[in-house]
Structures are given as structure tokens and as C-alpha cells.
């Protein structure tokens, strides 16, 4: 594994350079991350992206101005109208914190930003921190050129950038480097085996827990390690002193969060962390039996331990199965089960499934948010498997949990990238190695004219080499230390190991020197092609904040704004204690941008409330009005998009309002809504769903927009076009259509008797009634 | 044309206090529109119109079918009541459509229907739009064949004396009306689901409505005690309308005559018609029964100032004061005013204690439940004005610091933890010296 001969002098000299070398990529591999994430700023405007970012935002802005302990204690009033929720403790205050220690640190070096511009900023801050902390995880596992060329892969992966674009504020952006830095620690604590790494590893999975409910992930990821590795033999003090400080310290520390709390002892997700705890105890006392007794005595404490550890044990595991089973959801989450069981949600919580990024992924989305690395990372899984360390297990261990995962939703596509990234890191760095060296050996005499040809890749990847070298002898001495008895067993292993790697090296020497040009020239393709893509989904596939709408036609760019053209409208004209009630995906826009109290938000906690608010959009005029009236709505908001083919609308929307809706109150049934087991909207709609109130409040007035009434999304002709409104005055409409804002009639002022009107006169007060509410109407 | 202009004028000047049915401590005279079918009206139903004008009621007296009335001028109201004697008018003049008398009466306006036996679509429509259905026969009137009038032609029958008041000191003062009260005119139903609708005089069980100058050929559509002869409406937003079948109720000849009932000795000197309209007429403009409910405060107790939210199980005050007007603010005393303590439904349902001088007050904890509460009074009583009162409050959950520091019970775990960190400390001191 040593470098060639001629390199031999001046190593100290090289290091050097390396090290600076490396250090300028790192800087600029983190400039690269932060600028790629500014196409939104550039093409659209700092603004915060989407729905969740919008309720971060809003937290951000509360700590900011009434500091921690009010943030801790917060009772909002204005969501969940009339529960109300309390923020400090069901939000994962990482995200929040950070942004608002940026925020006061710039501020008290007088630098005044703004606390918009702070967020819309973190994300890309964030994903350099990120690129670094994959350097420093995959420089564990297979040297400093493989942690290079993973943390460029990861400055640019585009499902990465998806989450952490400028504007993209969410928990997902400090969430992912937290999680990378805490894998580096873990893996650098095994590598030590110093108590400092555990400490500072434990303290990364803390703020891990405060910034995203994926911490789940590592504290099983870990505890599978920990356990691939005893099972295969390859338990260490290492893996000992990794392993339980993070899982005692981590715990009391996950425990500190609010929102957590007793979750981290009580809920299922961390029961496999102290299985695991237990078991590496009862291997670290065999292991320290084994070694004080002879091995006759120690037969027979086997035979004794492992008698009563097995009653011990189904005692335990008894107790442990009565408790977890008289859980109606054994004691899972029902996100957690869903991911176990990918059919779970779709059968039993709608509220989960009709979320578009808990759906299971399509496979073009693979190669849309991973690209090229989808077929590195085989390589790279092999290049782990040369010699399997540790280390290496970890990060096989961590692909193919995380492939599984984003298999089962979309969302977690994010946690699968950065394991695709060191991965094709390792495989990328391993064939430029490969390549390379063969060329180097095959032209003995003219290596430094190589070394230029190939650039800083070959003589990064020799700095990687040397590394690599100096962590196995590293690694080679800390071996030696653990118990004597183990020691012979290991050393013959890496005898083992180490023959076939010679062999490979040699063997891989023979590769002719025109393929290995040609496979060099193809690599460097396949990374300009890498390249090529990550930008281009960074400026023009996930670049858009969602609330600001572009399309392109024949006549130019069209902008629509209807959004902030609603909340503005809602801000400027009603009272600020007047509840919105709208589908709950516009629940932190409402709060956020109009400052209106809400009905439901997207933090979906209760179910009930939300099958609430589904049930009236699913109900005819008169029962919407009274669930409405109940819960003191003023205001409907709903969302339409078939003017201009939006199509992520409330109608197309309305199938989760009908299950989620019928789901709680039986008398919302979806067979009503369908005709040939289809939401339909046009001739063929069921009457059910023709008087609706979404269908209504979507289409009231439509059909004096082009005549005919074809919505651009179902691209139809509406069923029923000419209607009135008995319970609801549509007050604002944007202008294209998107927002329709309604308002709840007041009770009726008189009762009506039952005579029933003579023809005449009855028309032309209701025709005079209708001209006044066009009146009112701000359209004509 | 010119005094139109001084009177808008002085409509301007006094609309802060229109726009409120009643606000001002010392009324201002209030302009009542009175339609009528025919000038004549105006002298033979003078003491009516006269004991209005003695409470400072300005009446403006036009004919129906005048092509100058209007309701509003420059989306304002021109006057704060309206009394249709004119049940023959088949359109209003002007711009008066019963779209605008609904829309008075929506804005809060009162108003006065009489009709009678020739009763014209247009009355019968707008009597339909305050809930109050006349009979559809257009022929009919009420007819009682045992608790007639007596008089001194035999007659047809239709001229009733009826005693069937309600017994309501508020709508009808508190002196109780000792003559019957002398009806003629076609009658009308309710709707018994419409909780708007008040009887306040009803036909006996023996009435029907019928054409009195015909046989009668079919069963008549409405009998007995669902026969309603003088109705009030209270709306939502505390308009009140009187409607009633028969104008004549009103002249000064009913209110002058006497009456004897039909199978009753006694024999009164005067219908008990005047007396019942005038304490009508003031509840009808308001001149009673209203109540005004002002200086809703709450506060923890033993703080003076109103918190922006309160915390789960805090002992809370609150109190309203509640005036009724009858000419003068005077406290209104009763003892079942209620206060809800409501998030979705009423979590504390608290009887208020008043002290005689308008005052209502109670204090109770807040409930273990956080959320978004209701301090609500729906005080509803036939004849008052609705009392509808509703105060968000947002209740907290405790602050992190404000739960106990330490819990007793758990003193036991606190020394097992402080008892194992000792022995942990020990047990390595030992485990190191002795290596």
C-alpha cells in the first residue's frame, strides 16, 4: 500500500502541500456548495420557499423578539383555532436556535440583517458545513481523496439542493450536516477510540435531536453497527467506547429536547439502542471473564452465565413484549411504522399518505436527484468491501439502510444522498488510484509528467493513498492494544486481508496503459456529466419557492403571485382576530404571511380537527356553514387552479379531504364522490360532489371567466356551471383565479314564513339580491 | 324642496346617534315613516299616532303609492321606524320595494304591519319576509262564534274580542290589560319552528278563518289557537316588528268602543285596544326591553388589569354590567344571567350575581385545558333585546418554571440516583487503589 519508490524522498514536503492543497478544495468545495444554492435568490427573490420554511420562519422571528424562554414557552393562539398548540414544546428547536444565534451574533457585531435574510441563508451555509463534514466522515473510512471527491459530490447532489436552497428553510438543512458530522464522530470515535470523540459525538447527536425527527435514523443506524460488528467478531474497546457513551449521554441529552422528552425511553424507535447497550455489556464482561479465567473455568461460567442470562433475558423480553403489545400501534409512531410496513399509511393514515413526499419515490427520481451516483455507488460498495474496516461496514451498513428507506418515501431520499455521495466517493477515488498508479507504473520514468496530465485528482488521491496508509498502520497499532486473546486471531485476519489486496494492487498494475487513459477520460466525462445535471436542478428544477409561480409561453414570462396577493388582501382587510379556515397546506402561509388565526396548519397533530375542517369542504353549503360557524370561521380560503393549470389545487386536493374526512365522520363516504372510481368534475360528477363545497366554492363564477367553464387542470368542462351561493359572498379572488377567499354569511336577520313567493316578485329580488353581491364582488 | 334639504341636514347632524338605534342618554326625536293607503287614516287612528308623537316620535305621514318616499338616501337610512297602514297598496311609490324593507329592518330598523281583509300581495309578502304567513285565502277572515264582540247588530262575527294576551310584563308593561281586545281582519299562522315569532294576541280555541259571506265549503286552513292575530318579530339584530291582520284595531273608534265579550257578563267601558297598542308601541320602538350590557372585564383575582391570556387553573373574576332601557338607563335585575367559559363547547357554566345596581360578576378557576376560550353571555328572554357577548381569552399551559421544583412523591428516585452516583464514585476509588 506504500507509495511507489521515487516518492520516498521529501514526504514531509508533500504532506504540506497536500494538506494546504486539500484545504483550499475544502474551502472552495464549501464556496461551490453556498453559490449553487443562490439560483433562487437571483432568478426569484430572498424570500422563504414554500410551507414549512414559513412556520420556521415565524418561530425565528418570535425568538428573536422575545427571547429563548419565550420560545420555550410559547403558546400559539393563532393555529389550531380553538386548541391553540403549544410551540415550544412540539417543535424541534435546532433549526430555529441556530438561525437565531446567527441572527443575534451578526447583530451584536453590528452587522444588521435582517431575520428574513438570516433564514433564507442558513440552508446554504448549512450544506457547506455539510460537504465538510462528508470529507471528515468518508477521510475515516478510506482516506482524504475519497472525503474530497465525496464532499464535492455532496456540494452539488440535487436532492440535496432541493432541501437547502436559498429561501429553503427548514429543518432538513442543519438536519443533514448533524447528521453526517455525528456518523464522522461516530466513526472517528471507533477509529480512536478516545472518550473525547464520544463525548463530542454525543454531543452532535444532540443537536441532531433538536433539529429533525430523523435522528430516529441514527439511533438505529448506530446500534446496527455496533451489532454487525460484535456478531461478526469485530467487537474492540473502540467499538465499546463508541457505542455506550452515545447511548447513555445521547439519551439524557435527547431527553433534555422538548418535544422529545420521555419519547427517548418510552417510544419503540429507541428500544433496538438498548437491546444493543445490553448486549455489548454482556460481550464486554465475556470478553474480560475470557480473559482473567483459564479456558476450562471459563466453559463452565459460560455454561452458568449463559443459563441464567437466558432466564434473565425472556424475563426481560417478556415484560418488554407485554408492554410494547398493549400499545394499540406497539408502541411505534405512525410515521416509524410506515416506513416498516411501506402499505401501513396508505391503509390506515390517510393524514400521513396524502402527503406528496411520504408517497414512495418513482424511479426517475432516483436519476433525477442522485444522477450519475446511482451506479457509482455499487463500485463504491465494493471498493468498502477492500479491506472491510469498521469504518467501512458503517457506511455499506448506512447505504443500504437509506436505500430501503427512500424506497419507502421520497423525503428520505435526502438521507440516501449523502450516503450515495461518499460512496461514489470512494469509488470515484479508488478508480482514479487505480488508473493512475497503473499509468505511473507502466511510464516508471516519466511519473511527474503523469502527475501533471492527471492533475490535482492523482496527486490528491496519492495524499489519500499516504493517508490511507498511515490510518491502517494507525489502525494496525490500535489493534494491538485490545485483549491478548483476540490479538492472535486479528493478526492472522489481516494477514488474510492484506494477501488479497496485494494481489489486486498487482493485478490492477497490469491494466494497459490506453485503457486506463480511456477509463480516466470517461470518468472525467461521467463527472462533467454529474456536473451539468446538479446545476442545471439547481437552476431550473428545484430553484422555485412555490409560492411565486413562473411559466414560460409564447409571449414571454408570466409571474403569478396569487399567493402573496391573497395573504396580503387577508392582512389589509380583516380583522386580525378573524379565522381563516383553508385545507391544512396553507396553514403556516395563513399564520405567517396574513397573520390570521388558522383552523389547521401542517404540523397535522390532530387528526380529528382536520377530518373536521375535511368534512366541510366534502359537505353541501348548509352543514359546511354550521361546522364552520361552530369553529368561528369568517373566512374560507381555497385554492383552484383550473384557470391557469395549477395543478397541485384544492380540487385535486379533494380526495384527501373526502378520506381523511370520512375516515372520523362516517357520513362523509367516498363512493358518493366517485363515478367510475374517479374524482370527477365534469358532466359525469356525482351529484354529491356537484354540490359540494369545495366543488362550489372552486367554481362559483367560473364559467364567466372563458364562457364554457373547461378547467385547464382536469381539462374538462365543469359538470355544473351556473350556481349560486346561499351561506358563502366570495369577497376576494386573485388574479389569476388561484386564491378565492370567501366569506361566511351572517345568520340569517329574519326567518322566513313557509308561503312561498308569488313568481314574479320573487325573481326580481333575488335577481336585485345578486346584482348587489356582484356589487361587492372586487372583480367587476 | 327645501325643507327636504334642512331636514337631511338635520339628519346628518344626528346620524352618530341613528346609527345607533339608541346610544344617547337623552334621545333624540326619532323620525318614524308612516305609509298610509288614504290620507283619512291619519284622523281616525289619531290616538294612536298621538300617543306616539307624545313620546317624541316625529312621524312623517305619506301616501303609499307618493313617487317621492324612499327608505335611504346615499346609502343612509332617513328614518329609524316604519308603519304600513296601507294593506290595499299594490306598489309602493318611489323607490320602496320589499327587497328595501327588508334591508331597513336588516339594518336594525323597526316597523309596524297592519293589514286587513283586502290585504294586497305585496303586504302579505313583506309579512312573509318577517315570518308571519297571513292566511292565503284572500276572502277570509277570522270568525269566532263564541268569543265574539257583542255589539248590537247580530253581525257576521268577525269582529272578535279576544283575551288571549301574553302574559309578559316586559312587551306589554307591567299594568295588565283588563278588557279584551277588539279584532277585526283576516288572521295568520306561524311557523312554530321560527323562535323569532312571538304570539302576543291569539284567536280562542274556537276560532277559525274563513269567508265570513260565504258557506263554508272547505275546511278552513288555519283553526283555533294557531290563529294569531297580533304577532311580534324580534330579528337577530334586535329589529322588532309588530304585525298585525286588522288596521282597524287601531282607529280610534276601537279604541274608543266598549266591549263585552260574547257569553260574559261584564261589560267594559273601553276596549282594552289602547292600552295594548301603546305598551306595544313602545316595545316596538325599543322603548323597552332593550338591554345594553357594557364594561365586560375579567381579571385573575386579586390583579386589577385584564391579562392578554390566562394560565391553566387560575382564579378568575368576571363581570358585566347590564342596563335596561325605559326611557332612562336603569340596572336590569335578574337572577339567571350566565357566563360560559367556551372553547367549543362550555367548559365552566357559572350563574352571575348581581348587586341590584346592574352589576354581574363571578369567579371561578380556569379549567385544566389549554386553548383558545370564550367568555360568553347568551342571555335570551322573551321581550328583551338578545344579549349575545363574546370575549376571546387564550388559556396557557404552565411555563417550564412554574411546576413544582421538587415533587415529594419522587423524593425516593431522587436518593436512589444520589445513592448510586456515591456508591459509583466509591465503588471506582476502590476499584483504582486496589489495581
Not at chain 1, 737 to 752: A, D, F, G, S, T
Request: charged content about 20%; overall charge neutral.
Amino acid at each position: 500500500m506504500a507509495g511507489p519508490p521515487e516518492q520516498a524522498p521529501a514526504p514531509g514536503l508533500r504532506y504540506a502541500f497536500g494538506s494546504v492543497l486539500s484545504f483550499f478544495i475544502l474551502l472552495l468545495i464549501g464556496v461551490f456548495a453556498f453559490s449553487i444554492r443562490l439560483f433562487s435568490v437571483i432568478k426569484y427573490e430572498s424570500v422563504i420557499h414554500e410551507f414549512d420554511p414559513y412556520f420556521n420562519y415565524r418561530v425565528t422571528q418570535f425568538l428573536t423578539k422575545n427571547g429563548i424562554y419565550d420560545f420555550w414557552n410559547w403558546f400559539d393562539d393563532r393555529t389550531w383555532y380553538p386548541l391553540g398548540r403549544v410551540i415550544g414544546g412540539t417543535v424541534y428547536p435546532g433549526l430555529t436556535l441556530t438561525a437565531g444565534t446567527i441572527w443575534w451574533l451578526l447583530n451584536s457585531l453590528n452587522i444588521p440583517l435582517s431575520v428574513e435574510t438570516v433564514c433564507v441563508f442558513t440552508a446554504p451555509i448549512f450544506s457547506a458545513f455539510a460537504a465538510w463534514a462528508t470529507y471528515l466522515l468518508t477521510k475515516e473510512v478510506k482516506g482524504a481523496g475519497a472525503g474530497l471527491t465525496a464532499a464535492a459530490l455532496l456540494a452539488m447532489v440535487p436532492s440535496y439542493i432541493s432541501r437547502s436552497v436559498a429561501g429553503s428553510y427548514d429543518n432538513e438543512a442543519v438536519a443533514i450536516f448533524a447528521l453526517i458530522f455525528t456518523f464522522y464522530l461516530y466513526i472517528k470515535t471507533l477509529n480512536t477510540g478516545s472518550l473525547f470523540y464520544a463525548t463530542l459525538n454525543a454531543i452532535a447527536y444532540f443537536y441532531m435531536v433538536c433539529s429533525w425527527g430523523g435522528y430516529t435514523f441514527i439511533i438505529n443506524l448506530i446500534p446496527m453497527h455496533a451489532l454487525l460488528c460484535i456478531v461478526t467478531g469485530r467487537y474492540s474497546s473502540r467499538l465499546y467506547v463508541a457505542y455506550a457513551p452515545l447511548v447513555v449521554l445521547g439519551t439524557l441529552l435527547a431527553a433534555l429536547v422538548p418535544v422529545v422528552g420521555f419519547n427517548a425511553v418510552m417510544t419503540s424507535e429507541h428500544f433496538a439502542s438498548f437491546l444493543v447497550f445490553i448486549i455489548i455489556h454482556v460481550v464486554a464482561l465475556v470478553d474480560y471473564i475470557k480473559g482473567s479465567l483459564s479456558p476450562k473455568m471459563f466453559k463452565v461460567a459460560v455454561t452458568l452465565v449463559v443459563s441464567v442470562g437466558l432466564a434473565v433475558c425472556f424475563a426481560v423480553v417478556a415484560v418488554l413484549v407485554a408492554l410494547v403489545a398493549s400499545s394499540p400501534t406497539m408502541g411505534w409512531s405512525g410515521r416509524s411504522l410506515s416506513l416498516l410496513d411501506p402499505t401501513y399509511a396508505s391503509k390506515y393514515i390517510p393524514i400521513i399518505a396524502s402527503v406528496s413526499e411520504h408517497q414512495p419515490p418513482t424511479w426517475p427520481s432516483y436519476f433525477m436527484d442522485i444522477n450519475v451516483l446511482a451506479f457509482l455507488v455499487p463500485a463504491g460498495i465494493i471498493a468498502c468491501f477492500l479491506p472491510l474496516s469498521d469504518a467501512s461496514s458503517f457506511v455499506v451498513l448506512y447505504i443500504v439502510t437509506s436505500v430501503y428507506f427512500s424506497g419507502v418515501m421520497v423525503r428520505l431520499m435526502l438521507v440516501l444522498a449523502p450516503a450515495a455521495c461518499i460512496m461514489s466517493g470512494i469509488a470515484l477515488s479508488e478508480a482514479f488510484d487505480v488508473f493512475t498508479r497503473s499509468i505511473k507504473f507502466q511510464l516508471p520514468g516519466l511519473s511527474g509528467n503523469s502527475e501533471v496530465n492527471a492533475g490535482d485528482g492523482s496527486s490528491s488521491t496519492v495524499v489519500a493513498q499516504n493517508d490511507a496508509a498511515k490510518t491502517d498502520k494507525r489502525e494496525d497499532t490500535l489493534k494491538d492494544r485490545p485483549s491478548r486473546k483476540n490479538k492472535k486471531k486479528e493478526k492472522e485476519k489481516e494477514h488474510v486481508e492484506k494477501a488479497p489486496v496485494k494481489s489486486k494492487v498487482k493485478r490492477l498494475l497490469v491494466l494497459p496503459l490506453e485503457a486506463s487513459v480511456v477509463a480516466l477520460l470517461l470518468i472525467v466525462l461521467l463527472g462533467a456529466f454529474y456536473v451539468v445535471h446538479c446545476v442545471w436542478a439547481a437552476a431550473e428544477a428545484y430553484s422555485a419557492p412555490s409560492i411565486v409561480l413562473t411559466s414560460h409561453s409564447h409571449d414571454g414570462l408570466h409571474v403569478f403571485d396569487d399567493f402573496r396577493e391573497a395573504y396580503a388582501w387577508l392582512s389589509h382587510n380583516t380583522d386580525v382576530d378573524d379565522k381563516v379556515a383553508s385545507w391544512w397546506d396553507y396553514g403556516y402561509q395563513t399564520t405567517a404571511m396574513a397573520n390570521r388565526t388558522v383552523i389547521v396548519d401542517n404540523n397535522t397533530w390532530n387528526n380529528t380537527h382536520i377530518a373536521t375542517v375535511g368534512t366541510a369542504m366534502s359537505s353541501p353549503e348548509k352543514a359546511a356553514w354550521e361546522i364552520f360557524n361552530s369553529l368561528d370561521v369568517k373566512y374560507v380560503l381555497v385554492v383552484f387552479g383550473g384557470l391557469v393549470g395549477y395543478p397541485s389545487d384544492d380540487i385535486n386536493k379533494f380526495l384527501w379531504m373526502v378520506r381523511i374526512g370520512g375516515g372520523v365522520f362516517p357520513h362523509i363516504k367516498e363512493p358518493d364522490y366517485l363515478r367510475d372510481g374517479q374524482y370527477r368534475i365534469d358532466s359525469q360528477a356525482t351529484p354529491t360532489m356537484l354540490n359540494c363545497l369545495m366543488y362550489k366554492l372552486s367554481y362559483y363564477r367560473f364559467v364567466e371567466t372563458d364562457g364554457k367553464a373547461f378547467d385547464r387542470v382536469r381539462r374538462t368542462e365543469i359538470g355544473k356551471k351556473y350556481f349560486k351561493l346561499t351561506h358563502f359572498d366570495e369577497v376576494f379572488t386573485t388574479h389569476h383565479w388561484m386564491v378565492r377567499i370567501y366569506k361566511l354569511r351572517p345568520p340569517k336577520n329574519r326567518i322566513r314564513g313557509k308561503t312561498k313567493k308569488p313568481k314574479s316578485k320573487g325573481s326580481s329580488t333575488t335577481s336585485s339580491k345578486r346584482g348587489g353581491t356582484r356589487k361587492k364582488n372586487p372583480w367587476h | 324642496m327645501r325643507g327636504k334639504a334642512e331636514l337631511f341636514l338635520i339628519f346628518i347632524s344626528v346620524l352618530p346617534f341613528l346609527s345607533l338605534s339608541f346610544s344617547a342618554e337623552s334621545p333624540k326625536e326619532r323620525r318614524v315613516l308612516v305609509l298610509l293607503d288614504d290620507l283619512a287614516i291619519k284622523s281616525s287612528h289619531s290616538l294612536f299616532f298621538d300617543s306616539l308623537k307624545s313620546r317624541r316620535f316625529l312621524l312623517h305621514f305619506r301616501l303609499a303609492d307618493d313617487p317621492e318616499i324612499s327608505l335611504r338616501r346615499y346609502g343612509q337610512h332617513l328614518y329609524d321606524a316604519l308603519i304600513l297602514f296601507c294593506p290595499s297598496v299594490q306598489r309602493f311609490g318611489g323607490s320602496i320595494d320589499v327587497a328595501a324593507i327588508a334591508d331597513f329592518v336588516d339594518s336594525g330598523h323597526d316597523l309596524i304591519i297592519a293589514a286587513d281583509n283586502n290585504a294586497s300581495d305585496f303586504i302579505r309578502e313583506i309579512a312573509t319576509e318577517c315570518g308571519v304567513d297571513f292566511d292565503e285565502d284572500p276572502v277570509a277572515m277570522v270568525i269566532d262564534h263564541t268569543s265574539y264582540a257583542v255589539s248590537d247588530t247580530e253581525g257576521d262575527h268577525t269582529l272578535l274580542a279576544s283575551d288571549n294576551i301574553i302574559e309578559s310584563d316586559v312587551i306589554l308593561g307591567s299594568k295588565k290589560i283588563e278588557a279584551p281586545v277588539l279584532f277585526k281582519g283576516i288572521g295568520h299562522s306561524l311557523n312554530p319552528s321560527n323562535n323569532l315569532v312571538v304570539k302576543v294576541l291569539s284567536a280562542s280555541p274556537s276560532a277559525y278563518s274563513a269567508n265570513p259571506k260565504s258557506k263554508l265549503a272547505n275546511p278552513p286552513t288555519i283553526t283555533g289557537s294557531a290563529i294569531s292575530l297580533v304577532s311580534i318579530v324580534q330579528a337577530r339584530n334586535n329589529a322588532r316588528v309588530l304585525i298585525t291582520g286588522s288596521l282597524i284595531m287601531f282607529s280610534n273608534r276601537f279604541f274608543r268602543s266598549g266591549v263585552q265579550k260574547a257569553g260574559n257578563s261584564t261589560k267594559h267601558e273601553r276596549s282594552g285596544n289602547e292600552q295594548f297598542f301603546t305598551e306595544l308601541g313602545k316595545w316596538v320602538f325599543h322603548e323597552r326591553g332593550h338591554l345594553k350590557a357594557v364594561n365586560i372585564r375579567h381579571h385573575k383575582v386579586g390583579v386589577t388589569d385584564e391579562p392578554a391570556m390566562y394560565r391553566i387553573s387560575d382564579d378568575l373574576e368576571y363581570s358585566v354590567e347590564i342596563y335596561e332601557w325605559s326611557g332612562t338607563s336603569e340596572p336590569y335585575v335578574a337572577d339567571d344571567v350566565q357566563v360560559q367559559f367556551y372553547m367549543m363547547s362550555p367548559y365552566v357554566l357559572k350563574t352571575l350575581s348581581t348587586n341590584q345596581k346592574g352589576l354581574y360578576s363571578t369567579a371561578f378557576k380556569v379549567p385544566d385545558v389549554y386553548g383558545v376560550f370564550q367568555f360568553k353571555v347568551e342571555y335570551h328572554r322573551l321581550g328583551y333585546t338578545t344579549l349575545s357577548l363574546s370575549k376571546q381569552i387564550p388559556v396557557r399551559p404552565y411555563r417550564h418554571n412554574e411546576y413544582e421544583r421538587f415533587i415529594p412523591a419522587a423524593y425516593p428516585y431522587y436518593g436512589a440516583a444520589l445513592s448510586m452516583m456515591a456508591g459509583f464514585f466509591i465503588f471506582t476509588a476502590v476499584h483504582l487503589h486496589n489495581k
